[in-house]
């Protein structure tokens, strides 16, 4: 059975600071996506990392898997209140980009 | 270009109650997935569909059937509703072998069971 954890669950930043967040599933697997998503809204895609040392970084937001440690993480440089929302990584079921297996989601308070 | 269209966006249930939750997508999407969201527990796969006339079961199926008669429309039905399936219910959808391009969600229909 595939486990996507992560943590932490939830996350009070101050503008300016730096943070990261961790993603670890428990079976193989070459995808790994990231999504966001803001209160009573639906999910946006920000991340798809499909191999390993895959690095994406969008803005203040930067993604890197590692395969081998079954590990991603996002990291946050220099929060600011925008980005404030829920964080989710998910898994591929079927290593065949046919079914995402979502974590709990890591939701990111950022304040002044 | 509507993307994912769930319908309805809200509805309240007596259990034992039945319904159908539809998603419509209108971008040629092979694959369509309901998943159910709930506080703390993230988003969980019900059900899916790699192509029409197809289904699979997610994680957690039970209480729910689905159905793909049409590639662009995946329903989900609630024989006989029950308070547990409270929930926000999100539809997405995929490309086939197009996987770097992640997956269109839905607005979400939030249900409650009374």
């Known amino acids: 059975e595939l486990k996507v954890e992560q943590n932490p669950l939830f996350l009070s930043m101050q503008e300016g600071k730096n943070y990261t967040i961790y993603c670890n599933y428990s079976?193989?697997?070459?995808?790994l996506y990231w999504y966001r998503q803001d209160p009573g809204k639906s999910l946006e895609s920000l991340f798809v990392?499909?191999?390993?040392?895959a690095v994406k970084q969008e803005g203040r937001l930067m993604a890197s898997l590692d395969t081998k440690a079954r590990l991603s993480t996002l990291h946050i440089t220099a929060a600011v209140h925008d980005l404030s929302a829920t964080y989710f990584c998910?898994?591929?079921?079927?290593?065949?980009?046919?079914?995402?297996?979502f974590g709990k989601g890591t939701t990111l308070s950022v304040s002044s | 270009n509507a993307g994912v269209t769930q319908t309805p966006k809200f509805r309240v249930l007596k259990t034992g109650q039945s319904m159908t939750l539809l998603c419509a997508q209108d971008?040629?999407?092979?694959?369509m997935y309901w998943y159910r969201q709930d506080p703390g527990m993230g988003l969980r796969l019900i059900h899916y569909?790699?192509?029409?006339?197809?289904?699979a079961k997610g994680e957690v199926p039970d209480g729910y059937n689905v159905s793909r008669l049409k590639k662009q429309n995946f329903l989900l039905g609630l024989e006989s509703a029950a308070p547990s399936q409270t929930s926000v219910y999100f539809c997405?959808?995929?490309?086939?072998?197009?996987?770097?391009?992640?997956?269109?969600f839905g607005s979400g229909t939030r249900l409650t069971v009374v």
């Open positions: 990392l499909l191999s390993n040392g």
């Open positions: 079976t193989t697997s070459d995808r």
């Open positions: 569909s790699v192509g029409e006339g197809t289904t």
């Open positions: 971008m040629n999407h092979e694959y």
């Open positions: 997405a959808s995929s490309r086939l072998g197009q996987s770097n391009y992640g997956y269109t």
């Open positions: 998910a898994v591929d079921l079927n290593q065949a980009g046919t079914a995402l297996i």
